[in-house]
């Protein structure tokens, strides 16, 4: 059985991880206002890294 600081700690990752999409996103959006290629490559790439940091809470590994 799972205790209750690890579940804390876990629904805190999440719930960071998904900030961070979101600023990733509101930074996609400002780099296409602002037609900044590099930006917007920089932008992509940080939602990518962070979708891939969210996987093991997707898919946990089997014991």
Not at 7 to 12: E, T
Not at 36 to 44: E, F, N, R, W
Request: proline share 5%.
């Amino acid at each position: 059985m799972e205790n209750k600081p690890n579940k804390l700690k876990i629904r805190c990752e999440i719930w960071g991880w998904a900030l961070f999409i979101i600023s990733a996103l509101f930074f996609i959006g400002s780099s296409i206002k602002s037609k900044d290629l590099t930006a917007l490559s920089g932008g992509i790439f940080f939602l990518i890294a962070c979708l891939v940091f969210l996987i093991p809470y997707l898919y946990p590994a089997k014991k």
